[in-house]
């Protein structure tokens, strides 16, 4: 079985659609994207859908999360979340992995990690 689609409630659809494309790689689908709703493709076919929500208020454990296939792409990304005025925390080892989280532009956390 695959997962074929998330919906996220988000606080700006811009920003995360920039933030989706220019560090995770997914690309605008043949659907709508403007500042109301947004369709997200994943390489492997994965469609995200974001709606705008005047408030967004998730639980505190929900995130999403993307799996890198080294350590040093962890490294990288972070590098560059960092540079592109995000705030991520610093990468750590845990249970088997290195991985850091952040607050995406939209009002959900994100996390990035690889196996060691």
């Known amino acids: ?3 074929n689609h998330l919906n996220l409630s988000v606080t700006d659809v811009p920003a995360c659609v920039a933030m989706f494309e220019t560090y995770f790689g997914l690309q605008r689908s043949d659907m709508p994207v403007n500042e109301h709703m947004a369709f997200l493709r994943g390489e492997d076919g994965f469609l995200l859908s974001m709606f705008r929500a005047r408030e967004v208020q998730y639980p505190k454990t929900f995130h999403i999360g993307f799996m890198q296939q080294t350590v040093e792409e962890v490294h990288a990304i972070h590098a560059r979340l960092s540079g ?3 705030n991520p925390q610093t990468p750590r080892e845990e249970h088997g992995r290195v991985t850091f989280y952040f607050d995406a532009p939209g009002g959900f956390v994100v996390e990035v990690d690889a196996f060691l």
């Open 1 to 3: 079985m695959k997962l």
């Open 84 to 86: 592109g005025g995000f």
